[in-house]
């Protein structure tokens, strides 16, 4: 894979903070989707939702 081309595009201000803030959105979007899965989990406990896991 070629890294190079979005990490000239997310990195216009040649700054540590821009690869920081890349970390921290990482972060997020995964506590986001583990709440998410969580809160789906809660909603729909049955066991046929249970079984297709």
């Not at 909603?43 to 046929?48: E, R």
Request: hydrophobic share 40%; net charge negative.
């Amino acid at each position: 894979m070629h890294m190079d081309s979005p990490k000239d595009l997310y990195e216009h201000g040649t700054t540590p903070i821009s690869s920081f803030s890349r970390v921290m959105l990482l972060d997020f979007l995964v506590i986001i989707c583990q709440r998410y899965v969580t809160e789906l989990l809660h909603q729909s406990c049955t066991p046929s939702v249970l079984d297709s896991i």
